[in-house]
């Protein structure tokens, strides 16, 4: 059986623009493999109607089209009239989706004080759809539809993430999706997560292991400062992939931390629920990005306490009672001072666990002792504590991104050697 193809469209002059990052292609692409099928592509594309029509002809020769954006009320958004020209389909209004979205409007209309006829255009082009679309219903005033092209089948989502999201729910449910998505087989997904570990060493280690094949698709990726070990697993290459992990495992091992999909903040907050600590943060570069890493995960207010910025001097002797002394010796971007911010943390909000960072993001501020990308760390709990640092020359996002990373990985050593009983 031949693998069920999909692309998936993603439409707006400002991604292209490079204004917004797209976060719909990598939502359905996800979600598509989850289902068993296979994205062929991930098209962007402006809003030009030239560039629009060519994006959907890319469509029409696959399984299953996705489409996302280009829905709402104004005359940028094309999405409907160029797909209908595409498929030689004529414009209907939809008298029940009309009717639906004008309740909306006028309710809109009257919150702002402004008479309805300014929304009424915007109301029927938004209720117009090309003949034999099925609506999904509405998330904010955008309808989703499905709609059948000769062999392909196409879903049509509004942009904005969330009521993208909210609208796939219903796709996924409507019956000529269904039935491609019938023909579909969803591969096993096997992700090996690394840390503190370079994506060359990961990759011979892969090829030392024997590589994919036979029914295995092995990828490696730098993210988020990990290195991902993707498996893709078909029915015949489950023991190929068991031998893959075990080869990792066996030459990387030591920097190997999940295997079963969890993020680093996930397993720092289990490792705390498993001993029953409570965890806080002292953040001076990372301005909160530790805390809100933590904080991205449902229930970690079991565990997670709070957080102190401390970017100013007088604020880290103030909030977090670090020495004055410290800081006149070695400054606030240093081990000592890293060490004592934890303390103050620990102390201050009254947890078990201690976590700290404090460096140069730069662009400016670095000299030559300690220069943009110098990031000092320190994790303190009831059974020892751990320090760290790097030094990497990035621009300001990038060493602020890779700190919080490493705050929570040297969180994630210290609970794992205090439960193992090495520290």
Not at 122 to 146: C, D, E, I, N, Y
Not at 295 to 321: I, M, N, Q, W
Not at 336 to 363: H, I, K
Not at 375 to 386: I, N, R, S
């Amino acid at each position: 059986m031949s693998p069920v193809r999909a692309v998936v469209v993603v439409t707006g002059s400002e991604l292209v623009r490079g204004d917004r990052r797209d976060l719909n292609g990598p939502f359905l692409a996800r979600e598509l493999v989850s289902l068993g099928v296979e994205p062929a592509e991930i098209v962007i594309v402006g809003d030009a109607p030239q560039e629009l029509e060519g994006a959907l002809r890319t469509g029409l020769g696959t399984d299953l089209c996705v489409i996302s954006g280009g829905l709402g009320p104004t005359h940028d958004d094309r999405t409907v009239e160029t797909l209908a020209r595409v498929a030689g389909r004529e414009l209907v209004l939809d008298r029940a989706l009309d009717q639906e979205i004008a309740t909306i409007s006028r309710r809109l209309a009257d919150r702002l004080g402004r008479p309805y006829a300014d929304f009424a255009a915007g109301v029927r082009k938004q209720a117009t759809l090309p003949a034999g679309a099925v609506s999904l219903g509405l998330a904010g005033t955008a309808p989703g539809f499905v709609i059948q092209i000769t062999s392909t089948v196409l879903v049509v989502l509004p942009g904005p993430p969330p009521e993208l999201q909210r609208l796939w729910t219903a796709a996924i449910e409507n019956e000529l999706v269904r039935e491609v998505l019938a023909r579909g087989r969803a591969p096993e997904r096997r992700t090996l997560r690394f840390y503190g570990v370079s994506e060359s060493a990961v990759a011979r280690a892969l090829e030392e292991a024997g590589g994919d094949g036979a029914g295995v698709e092995a990828t490696v990726c730098a993210r988020d400062f990990e290195i991902h070990v993707d498996l893709v697993v078909g029915e015949a290459g489950i023991e190929r992939a068991d031998a893959i992990a075990a080869g990792l495992r066996g030459r990387v091992g030591e920097f190997l931390f999940s295997e079963d999909e969890r993020t680093v903040a996930e397993i720092v907050l289990q490792l705390c629920r498993e001993r029953g600590l409570t965890l806080a943060t002292a953040e001076s570069c990372t301005g909160g990005l530790v805390a809100a890493r933590l904080t991205a995960v449902p229930g970690s207010s079991d565990v997670f306490r709070g957080a102190v910025v401390a970017y100013a001097d007088d604020v880290k002797t103030r909030e977090l009672a670090v020495p004055t002394d410290v800081l006149a010796a070695h400054e606030a971007v240093s081990a000592e001072t890293a060490a004592a911010m934890a303390a103050g943390v620990r102390e201050r909000l009254e947890t078990d666990v201690g976590v700290s960072d404090t460096g140069v993001a730069g662009p400016g501020g670095g000299t030559a002792e300690k220069p943009v990308g110098l990031v000092y760390l320190h994790a303190t709990g009831p059974d020892g504590e751990l320090a760290a640092h790097f030094s990497v020359p990035a621009d300001r996002e990038t060493v602020r991104a890779r700190a919080a990373v490493a705050a929570l990985h040297l969180l994630r050593r210290l609970l794992s050697q205090s439960r193992d009983g090495s520290v």
